[in-house]
């Protein structure tokens, strides 16, 4: 760790013997292609700035840094990346776009490092390094064992992310009673998430019970009933939390529908994926407590404040990304003695960057983050 912090400080002396051997070994160059033309231009200029600040912290002038346009589709990914290749450069950081990736296994000795944190299907030569779903299936399955919960409910819309987490589940083997897939249609939702629960019994046990109690004579009998009416269901459930595949008003209709079959928050644990913060979940009260993974909160803010000091706009989580991947690049290249090789993101190596901490084995990039929740109109740090 000590060997990371003196690299990230980049002290005098480091940055004298660095140069000295990069005045010997010429230009470092990494290529970046990204969309700055079409529906994404905005994307691609955000990310050019916040490489612009991380190359301004590094403070070396040999490593340069070469974007292209992907404008957004395989065909063009793969057409300035030759180009790239033909100029020596052999690694690129991008595309964007996992749709982007797939044409890139015709450049072999070329490694990608994707900002998707999708891990299925990508060519062997596309590293992603998005905060993909094992990494936070990790940290779920960290705070689970902290709190003694092995009955969760996986909740997993039908969608193209399915298969990421059921790939997630098994490599992670993080303890779980069930795994449910729901339809995203509101109406089919409610109904499956009714079934799910048992709601129509539990509902029709609490009727019964009333009629029973109706019918009998005991102390304090009125009391008793109008308790019961106060309730929506009568019955207990089997399982101890529930984990919530999903994003934004998607996640709010599944926890509404949850509410709606009376198992609350305060009921069972409400856990979902990283929700990078969402503030608009700091006013749903009613869902509150939720737990989720994410990178670190107070690196995100100081990054934002910077990039909003610096060039007068929003940052986003793609220049956030970015401005790690230029450090674990140089990073990776200078424990290799400024050798760009396809070895370096082959063997184990960690690197601490302001989303966390990147673990890199085997050409995959795995995150270790931290765990929050939000209540009381707050997000919380848990660890």
Known sequence: MKTLIKFLIFSTISMCIFNQNLHASGKIKIGLIIPLSGDNYLIGERIIKSIRIAINKINDENVEIIPRDTKSNPIDALKVSKELHAEGVRIIIGPVFNESTKYLDDLNDVTFISFTNK?????????????????????????????????????????????????????????????FYYDREPTKLTKQIEDLTKYRIRKNNLEEEIKRL??????????????????????????DSVVIADFDENLKSVATSLLYTDISPKRVYYITLNQWFDESLLKENSLHPIYFPSINKSNYELFMNDFKNTYGLDGDQLSF???????????????????????????????????????????????????????????KKIF
């Open 321 to 379: 990304l970015s401005y790690d991947l230029i450090g674990l690049v140089y990073f990776l290249i200078y424990e290799n003695n400024f050798n760009i090789s396809k070895k370096i993101f082959y063997k184990s190596n960690k690197f601490k960057g302001k989303i966390g901490i990147f673990e890199i084995s085997k050409n995959t990039i795995t995150h270790q983050l931290n765990f929050y929740s939000i209540e009381n109109n707050k997000f």
């Open 214 to 239: 109706e019918k009998l004579s005991f102390k304090d009998k009125e009391t008793k009933i109008e308790n019961l009416k106060r309730r929506d269901t009568l019955g207990s459930i089997n399982f």
């Open 119 to 179: 891990l299925i299907g990508n060519p062997k030569n596309v590293i992603s390094a998005g905060v993909n779903a094992i990494s936070q299936l990790q940290t779920i399955k960290k705070f689970n064992e902290k709190n003694n919960l092995s009955k969760s409910i996986f909740l997993i819309p039908k969608s193209q992310f399915k298969k990421e987490i059921e790939v997630a589940i098994n490599k992670t083997n993080i303890r779980h009673k069930e795994v």
